[in-house]
């Protein structure tokens, strides 16, 4: 019995080790209480994963501070920006409203803005 709850706290410790927290700019999203927040995605240069750009209203100086990032302070990667809605949904967040910025003279991608519900 006391082999089974050994590996049981084994696993569970290797288990929480590897869960990684997300955060902008240090501030964790479960920390994060506002009703809109604002997401982006950018594409990755070489992949087609994409990074997201979120922002919610703190004072940024820099536009790579906005990225969604893991404990080791790297940028996470999506699949796509409905991938990043989808997540932001077990944050409480549902999507308000889609629209488009305009990235230079041909093209646009959208942005999404999403609400608390």
Same mark, same amino acid.
């Given at each position: 019995?006391?082999?089974?709850?050994?590996?049981?706290?084994?696993?569970?410790?290797?288990?929480?080790?590897?869960?990684?927290?997300?955060?902008?700019?240090?501030?964790?999203? /479960?920390?994060?209480?506002?009703?809109?927040?604002?997401?982006?995605? /950018?594409?990755?240069?070489?992949?087609?994963?994409?990074?997201?750009?979120?922002?919610?209203?703190?004072?940024?100086?820099?536009?790579?501070?906005?990225?969604?990032?893991?404990?080791?302070?790297?940028?996470?990667?999506?699949?796509?920006?409905?991938?990043?809605?989808?997540?932001?949904?077990?944050?409480?967040?549902?999507?308000?409203?889609?629209?488009?910025?305009?990235?230079?003279?041909?093209?646009?991608?959208?942005?999404?803005?999403?609400?608390?519900?």
């Amino acid at each position: 019995m006391k082999k089974i709850i050994l590996a049981a706290a084994f696993v569970a410790c290797f288990g929480l080790s590897r869960a990684k927290a997300q955060n902008v700019n240090g501030v964790k999203l /479960t920390d994060i209480h506002v009703d809109y927040i604002q997401i982006r995605a /950018t594409k990755s240069f070489l992949a087609d994963k994409q990074w997201i750009a979120l922002e919610y209203g703190q004072k940024v100086g820099d536009y790579s501070e906005q990225y969604i990032r893991d404990d080791n302070d790297k940028k996470l990667e999506f699949n796509s920006a409905i991938d990043a809605v989808n997540k932001m949904k077990a944050y409480g967040y549902a999507l308000f409203s889609v629209y488009t910025e305009q990235v230079d003279q041909s093209s646009n991608r959208p942005v999404y803005v999403l609400k608390r519900k």
